[in-house]
């Protein structure tokens, strides 16, 4: 069973920064750095949008949204990615979900709140 586990969500100010990470458990953990792992978000009331992306050769994708202000980035020695977000709106605010497409099968984390105030 494959698992996709978030963490590092929480509430911050406008402006501020808050960095969220997502680690792999069961049978893609072994081939993690061949995975393309990316980060979705979904605010309420809306669709659940892109934001951004890491190839298995690191390179990188973003949303128009948050170009600029978040960086997407991996470990594979630690099995991890991250998502560094800065200069955070409050239109930032959703749950992310980490996702990745890996030997075929698109899998999902269960997502972690991010609220921004104003």
């Known amino acids: 069973q494959v698992q996709l586990v978030e963490s590092g969500g929480g509430l911050v100010q406008a402006g501020g920064s808050l960095n969220v990470t997502c680690a792999p458990s069961?049978?893609?953990?072994?081939?993690?750095?061949?995975?393309?792992m990316g980060w979705y978000r979904q605010a309420p009331g809306k669709e659940r949008e892109f934001v951004a992306a890491?190839?298995?050769?690191?390179?990188?994708t973003y949303a128009d949204s948050v170009k600029g202000r978040f960086t997407i980035s991996r470990n594979n020695a630690k099995k991890t990615v991250y998502l560094q977000m800065g200069s955070l709106k409050p239109d930032d605010t959703a749950v992310y979900y980490c996702?990745?497409?890996?030997?075929?099968?698109?899998?999902w984390g269960q997502g972690t709140q991010v609220t921004v105030s104003s």
């Open positions: 890491i190839s298995s050769g690191r390179s990188t």
């Open positions: 996702n990745t497409n890996c030997a075929g099968t698109t899998y």
């Open positions: 069961g049978s893609i953990f072994s081939i993690f750095s061949m995975c393309g």
